[in-house]
């Protein structure tokens, strides 16, 4: 059977596809280009820049899906309902890549990296002293409230690494629930782990109480507009490393302009690339271009799990 991995796939991935007897072509196919040049393939595999429109559902003897990654907004899914087409994807592989993002921004705006990384090329010799007093007004994270709106595998993967910096957490998410978790040190230390029941708590109060908020929800509903900014704390730190659309893009930079966030780190955008180069230039963003599951280690990780997953569809309905 024939796979195309339009958007790519890991090597690890593709040798176990590979030995298990499948054909895997890498040749992207783009978004333009007639859908007849699928028709020969049975698997369809994406990550998030190819869109699988109602269209390409149609196309050919397609019998799988596969999503290489957790959300699956760019796949119509009621349509694939329809043609009764599956659709897996790989919600573990990429938590831990997302969630040291997550404190990349926060290490970067409490720091005002993103702010002496842009000034320093330039301004560097001229203007030394003059960044330094404002890059030497930071914070440290330990003891800060960590709020956590969608308590899933990443936000989990975040709360384990807040939970190691010395922060108290604040989860919310639509089942209110406490979790328990466990906080792991390298291997070499042996057992050496710690375990820690969260309370749920409801969104309002994450949004009065944390320093910083991190979102973590599933789809692109927007789960933060102006009330929401409204609730929160002067001077808090908003980060968004779920999707775009969670966050109502205006409001974040009218909450920048006015001081009632002091930062955010943005790693996804309402469109990509973003149509409003504004929060591009605003002083107080940490910024990266959608990348949070893109290391080699969570790659890895994503070709692995995809391979699996569709080999043993397969193998299911044998």
Same mark, same amino acid.
């Given at each position: 059977?024939?796979?195309?991995?339009?958007?790519?796939?890991? @090597?690890?991935?593709?040798?176990?596809?590979?030995?298990?007897?499948?054909?895997?072509f890498?040749?992207?196919i783009?978004?333009?280009?007639?859908?007849?040049?699928?028709?020969?393939f049975?698997?369809?595999?994406v990550?998030?820049? $190819?869109? =699988?429109?109602?269209?390409?559902?149609?196309?050919?003897?397609?019998? #799988?899906?596969?999503?290489?990654?957790?959300?699956?907004?760019?796949i119509?899914?009621?349509?694939?309902?329809?043609?009764?087409?599956?659709?897996?994807? $790989?919600?573990?592989?990429?938590?831990?890549?997302? @969630?040291?993002?997550?404190?990349?921004?926060?290490?970067?705006? %409490?720091?005002?990296?993103?702010?002496?990384?842009?000034?320093?090329?330039?301004?560097?010799?001229?203007?030394?002293?003059? #960044?330094?007093?404002?890059?030497?007004?930071?914070?440290?994270?330990?003891?800060?409230?960590?709020?956590?709106?969608?308590?899933g595998r990443i936000g989990?993967?975040?709360?384990?690494?807040?939970?190691? =910096?010395?922060?108290?957490?604040?989860?919310?998410? %639509?089942?209110?629930?406490?979790?328990?978790?466990?906080?792991?040190?390298?291997?070499? %230390?042996?057992?050496?782990?710690?375990?820690?029941? =969260?309370?749920?708590?409801?969104?309002?109060?994450? #949004?009065?109480?944390?320093?910083?908020?991190?979102?973590?929800?599933?789809?692109?509903?927007?789960?933060?507009?102006?009330?929401?900014f409204n609730?929160?704390?002067?001077?808090?730190?908003?980060?968004?490393?779920?999707?775009?659309?969670?966050?109502?893009?205006? @409001?974040?930079?009218?909450a920048?302009?006015?001081?009632?966030?002091?930062?955010?780190?943005?790693?996804?955008?309402?469109?990509?690339?973003?149509?409003?180069?504004?929060?591009?230039?605003?002083?107080?963003?940490?910024?990266?271009?959608?990348?949070? @599951?893109? $290391?080699?280690?969570?790659?890895?990780?994503?070709?692995?799990?995809?391979?699996?997953?569709?080999?043993?569809?397969?193998s299911?309905?044998?």
């Amino acid at each position: 059977m024939k796979v195309l991995a339009n958007d790519g796939i890991d @090597a690890a991935g593709k040798k176990i596809l590979e030995d298990a007897g499948f054909q895997v072509f890498t040749e992207k196919i783009p978004q333009s280009e007639p859908n007849s040049r699928i028709a020969e393939f049975v698997i369809f595999v994406v990550l998030s820049a $190819t869109k =699988l429109t109602a269209e390409i559902l149609d196309s050919g003897n397609l019998k #799988l899906f596969a999503r290489a990654g957790v959300g699956l907004d760019n796949i119509d899914m009621k349509h694939a309902g329809i043609k009764h087409i599956p659709v897996v994807n $790989t919600p573990n592989a990429s938590s831990r890549s997302v @969630a040291e993002l997550e404190f990349a921004h926060i290490f970067s705006c %409490y720091r005002y990296l993103h702010m002496t990384n842009r000034e320093m090329p330039e301004n560097g010799m001229d203007k030394f002293n003059e #960044l330094k007093k404002i890059a030497g007004s930071g914070w440290e994270v330990q003891g800060k409230k960590l709020g956590i709106i969608g308590f899933g595998r990443i936000g989990q993967e975040v709360a384990r690494m807040g939970l190691a =910096l010395g922060m108290e957490i604040m989860a919310h998410d %639509y089942l209110n629930r406490d979790v328990d978790l466990t906080v792991s040190f390298h291997r070499s %230390y042996g057992k050496n782990n710690f375990s820690v029941t =969260l309370p749920g708590h409801k969104m309002d109060d994450v #949004l009065r109480q944390a320093d910083i908020i991190s979102i973590h929800t599933p789809g692109s509903a927007e789960v933060i507009g102006e009330n929401q900014f409204n609730l929160m704390k002067t001077g808090s730190v908003l980060i968004n490393c779920a999707r775009g659309g969670v966050v109502n893009e205006q @409001a974040m930079i009218a909450a920048l302009k006015s001081g009632k966030l002091a930062f955010a780190g943005v790693d996804v955008f309402e469109n990509e690339p973003p149509l409003n180069d504004e929060i591009l230039k605003l002083p107080n963003v940490s910024m990266s271009p959608h990348i949070g @599951a893109s $290391t080699a280690e969570a790659q890895e990780r994503v070709g692995i799990e995809l391979a699996n997953r569709i080999t043993g569809f397969f193998s299911s309905r044998r």
